[in-house]
């Protein structure tokens, strides 16, 4: 089983940034998948969440109505795509696919939002 997290790095305030998990090893499309961050010294954060099929979708009020998460089956990834990034969005952002009893992590990938 195989979460791959792609497409952070530094962008500058007000900027965009999509990023990828890219998933192996376990029936892609019968698992919900969530977005998580965490910054330094924080909590782990949910950010966003998607169902198995697409159709429902929800979001951490904190980027609601700038960030996106969706997904693509028949590719086995999911995406996140954040607009109007701000510097408290910087964290290193997880994915993670759920169904029942199971739990898969991916690494982590840092996104830095920064002047």
């Not at 962008?11 to 961050?37: D, N």
């Not at 701000?86 to 996104?111: H, L």
Request: glycine share 10%; with cysteine.
């Amino acid at each position: 089983v195989q979460l791959v997290e792609s497409g952070g790095g530094l962008v500058q305030p007000g900027g965009s940034l999509r990023l990828s998990c890219a998933a192996s090893g376990f029936t892609f499309s019968r698992y919900a998948i969530r977005w998580h961050r965490q910054a330094p010294g924080k909590e782990r954060e949910l950010v966003a969440a998607i169902g198995s099929t697409g159709d429902s979708t929800n979001y951490a009020d904190s980027v609601k109505g700038r960030f996106t998460i969706s997904r693509d089956n028949a590719k086995n990834t999911v995406y996140l795509q954040m607009n109007s990034l701000k510097p408290e969005d910087t964290a290193v952002y997880y994915c993670n696919a759920i169904r029942m009893t199971y739990d898969y992590w991916g690494q982590g990938t840092q996104v830095t939002v920064s002047l």
